[in-house]
């Protein structure tokens, strides 16, 4: 999923294609894409308005709408923001009306030049809402869009500094790995700029957060502010489907631990490990990243419970690692589904030959009888 850095290049790439330019239509083929409308209110409520910029809160893109036209008095008048949450798949491109188009494309805004805004979205997770902006912060009206932003801190904001991040720390449980991810507690860091930047501050990915002594939050801080900034200055990381409108990043050619599980840690020179925390796969080196002595047994006892243990049927039953979860290690949303989906492709084949056999025997009869 595009994190701050892809996300921000994104909006930047936008502002450059598309502020100043006027929304004269739109159409949607996805209803759930919408958020806060039905497609052809949606269209009747975005028609007219000029894109007036276009920003970022989190992992979401903001495209700032001008009111539909003076005098800024009814409801429709309003100022407006619309919210895109990419998720796994989403993607944007800004084309030439008629430009073909396959059935991703979810959501289109039609401008008056005579181009066109183009969602595009192969697994259908990404949102889009539109709201009433509160024109002081540039975010939905208060109360209209609840849930819909992160409410966690902006880490590269200038009110983001060490002290404050020490004493965001200092009052929670749970593991580093897993903080770092939470939305409401860090906004538009996920799971390749939480393993970057652990790796970089030396700290395991499963620290207990409140055990993270005062020098250590300024290490991860900075180490957070620095990857995020290097990342940025990249165009992002261009890992699974995250293309930015005007061309890839290359973050990816500078990642030390994602991605890397059994490559050589480039500080140490030691293999990078992977595991499995929450359900996203955790990058690391067990040697520059070490626990505390205290928490070290712990850790090991869950690590060692990994291993499967079958029964004799050959079937293994069911792993702590597979309790659900931010406890959970285990395998990730999509390793399961590609297991999933190699076992029925093995049920497939040995139904087709089961089949096969049948037919071979059936006509062997038929001859037989002939
Ligand atoms: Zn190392």
């Not at 008629?98 to 289109?108: F, L, Q």
């Not at 395991?204 to 940025?232: C, F, I, Q, S, Y």
């Amino acid at each position: 999923m595009p994190e701050l850095p892809e996300v921000e290049t994104i909006a930047r790439d936008l502002r450059g294609l598309v502020a100043g330019s006027r929304i004269v239509g739109a159409r949607s083929n996805w209803p759930p894409t919408l958020r806060s409308h039905a497609p052809e209110a949606f269209a009747g409520a975005v028609a007219g308005r000029d894109i007036e910029g276009v920003g970022r809160r989190g992992k979401q893109l903001l495209i700032w709408l001008g009111p539909v036209g003076p005098p800024a008095d009814a409801d429709g008048t309003r100022p407006a923001v619309l919210t895109v949450h990419l998720k796994m798949t989403g993607q944007l491109f800004v084309v030439p009306a008629g430009t073909p188009e396959d059935r991703h494309v979810h959501v289109v805004l039609a401008l008056a030049d005579g181009r066109e805004l183009r969602f595009r979205d192969m697994r259908k997770f990404g949102r889009m809402g539109l709201y009433g902006r509160d024109p002081a912060t540039g975010l939905p009206v208060e109360g209209e869009a609840p849930g819909v932003l992160a409410a966690g801190a902006e880490p590269l904001a200038d009110d983001f500094t060490a002290r404050r991040f020490a004493a965001l720390l200092a009052g929670r449980r749970g593991r580093l790995k897993t903080l770092l991810m939470n939305q409401d507690f860090l906004a538009g860091v996920g799971n390749i700029y939480a393993d970057e930047s652990l790796w970089r501050a030396r700290l395991h990915p499963l620290r207990d957060a409140h055990t993270v002594r005062p020098e250590e939050a300024r290490r991860l801080h900075g180490a957070l502010r620095d990857v995020l900034v290097e990342a940025v200055e990249r165009r992002g990381s261009s890992v699974d489907d995250y293309t930015a409108t005007e061309g890839d990043g290359s973050m990816q050619e500078h990642l030390a631990v994602y991605q890397r599980a059994g490559e050589p840690c480039l500080r140490c020179g030691r293999s990078i490990h992977r595991i499995v925390v929450g359900g996203r796969s955790t990058h690391f080196c067990g040697w520059c990243q070490r626990l505390p002595a205290a928490q070290r047994k712990a850790v090991a006892a869950v690590l060692r419970s990994e291993t499967p243990s079958r029964g004799p049927d050959g079937r293994r039953g069911p792993r702590w690692t597979e309790l659900s979860g931010e406890g959970a290690l285990g395998r990730t949303p999509d390793e399961e589904v590609r297991a999933a989906d190699r076992a029925a492709e093995r049920a497939r084949r040995v139904a087709a030959t089961r089949k096969a056999a049948a037919t071979r025997r059936a006509a062997a009869r038929a001859g037989g009888t002939a």
